[in-house]
């Protein structure tokens, strides 16, 4: 049989008892609301990351092209100072083969 000061210990005790409960199951929630919040904080990130690098990734391709261009540009204005003074350098060649110097 039940004492009676083994029940008033029993119900002494089952308020304490009820509240370590109400607080182990509003840890549980804490911590699920936290690591949900961790969570989407990494999505994010991600997200971002992947913005920046589809961007990043454009950009240099463009300064890739733009290199090119330059290049070609410089190349293109090469020859033609070349051919330029390859066409000078015949005609000053043609001007001394018609003149023959001749001397006593």
Known sequence: MVRSLDVQQVLLQSSTVERVQQVQQQQADVQQNHFGGQ?????????????????TERLMIKEKEERKKKERKKNRTKREKEDIDDTACDLSADKHVGKVDIRI
């Open 39 to 55: 969570l989407a904080e990494e999505q994010r990130a991600l997200r971002e990351k992947v913005k920046d690098l589809a961007e």
